[in-house]
């Protein structure tokens, strides 16, 4: 699951005034406290038959595509022409660099069984979790081959009720993918995000399927640079084949060492931008790591000033070149229009909040019709 109930729900119950208690804190609540109406409304949803709850499902989705409100029906018209225009790929394979072709003297590389204990504690350590999307994600934006990728997930009608009760319109995940494939302005990147979107292995052999290289030179953690990824880096990015194995710690193997942490840096910084961009503009509350949190409102403005046109912040992302280019050109709006500034945080955010406020009343509705849901 993408998100726990607990969030969706307390973010629903914000809306209505409710105390957002989880559904599965309902039975164990005070007596003198009573019961949450949203949390006892879910309660009743998950307790119905599969073929009820299709239903309710597929009724939710109708009053949401007829929503008549204009902010609605502009994300509504984006989102269709996402779906007019995505070309899904499926899911790529995990795959490492092969020792035998960079690195023969290196240990051979194979992946850790799904159960394995090592591999879990290795994406608690890189922390792979800690980006998750605002939204049910059955598909992502993939920044090495520019494609948007089916990530096979097959999604429960539970999950889909509560992405509607958090305010995501349906094929939300599909939108925000489409708007990262709009906004990817810089081709040259691809090539790195090949390379750090190979598995990550440690000097042992060990792969792990879950965790990038991105992953893991991203979550802080001491990571291990062997032989076989740096040579293909030399290879691949700096078209340097003049690397073998083992690789003499002296001051060309430092530098390589660098090449590849500024490489990886130029990438986040363009990939986080890209990606931030895109969750902020289908959810102006979208969790983001707090190094990100200052891209928030720089982004609220650019889409106020851009009258939320996905080719027009295209074009004024491409501009801007980098993510710090983009904080700079940002900051000096700021500084030299701060009355628009402004106006735009107020403006673009009650918009945003506006279609999900409705999407999620709309599928309040559907539990009131059926007496789930009870207000006063």
């Known amino acids: ?5 607990s969030l969706i729900l307390a973010s629903c119950c914000a809306w209505l005034a409710l105390a957002p208690a989880s559904p599965v804190d309902a039975g164990t609540q005070d007596e003198s406290t009573p019961p949450d109406p949203l949390a006892v409304a879910w309660d009743r949803f998950v307790a119905a038959d599969d073929t009820t709850k299709a239903e309710l499902l597929a009724r939710a989705k109708a009053k949401v595509e ?13 989102r269709n022409r996402a779906r ?3 070309q899904l790929a499926p899911p790529r394979e995990p795959v490492f660099y092969l020792h035998t072709e960079y690195a023969p003297v290196a240990a051979p590389r194979q992946f850790e069984p799904d159960d ?4 879990s504690e290795q994406e608690g350590l890189m922390q792979v979790w800690t980006d998750p999307a605002p939204y049910l994600e059955r598909v992502r934006y ?4 520019n494609e948007i990728v089916d990530l096979g997930v097959q999604e429960t009608v539970d999950e889909e009720f509560w992405d509607l009760l958090a305010g995501n319109v349906p094929d939300t995940d599909l939108l925000a993918a489409w708007l990262m494939k709009q906004w990817d302005f810089d081709p040259k990147l691809d090539e790195l995000a090949d390379f750090f979107g190979h598995a990550y292995c440690d000097r042992l ?14 979550s802080g953690a001491t990571v291990e640079m062997p032989d076989t990824d740096v040579i293909a880096f030399a290879r ?6 003049s690397f073998v194995a083992p690789i003499p710690p002296d001051r060309r193997q430092q530098k390589l060492y660098e090449a590849i942490k500024q490489a990886f840096v130029k990438l986040r910084d363009h990939r986080t931008l ?9 959810n102006d509350e979208a969790a983001l790591r707090p190094e990100l949190e200052g891209l928030r409102l720089r982004l609220v403005y650019l889409f106020e000033e851009n009258g939320s046109d996905p080719a027009r912040i295209a074009k004024a992302l491409a501009t801007t070149k980098t993510r710090d280019g983009f904080i700079e050109a940002m900051d000096k709006v700021f500084e030299t229009k701060r009355e628009r500034w402004d106006a735009h945080l107020i403006e673009w955010p009650k918009r945003r909040q506006t279609t999900r406020w409705a999407v999620a009343l709309a599928t309040q509705e559907v539990l009131k019709e059926v007496g789930y849901l009870e207000t006063k």
């Open 205 to 218: 052999g060990a792969a792990f399927k879950h965790i990038t290289i991105y992953d893991a030179f991203r």
């Open 66 to 78: 007829a929503l008549t409100d204009p902010e609605v029906k502009k994300l509504l018209a984006l």
């Open 236 to 241: 691949h990015i700096q078209n340097d084949r």
């Open 1 to 5: 699951m993408n998100r726990t109930v």
């Open 142 to 145: 993939d920044f090495a081959t």
């Open 274 to 282: 890209v990606e931030s961009a895109a969750r902020v503009f289908v």
């Open 84 to 86: 007019r225009e995505a």
């Open 116 to 119: 394995s204990s090592y591999a």
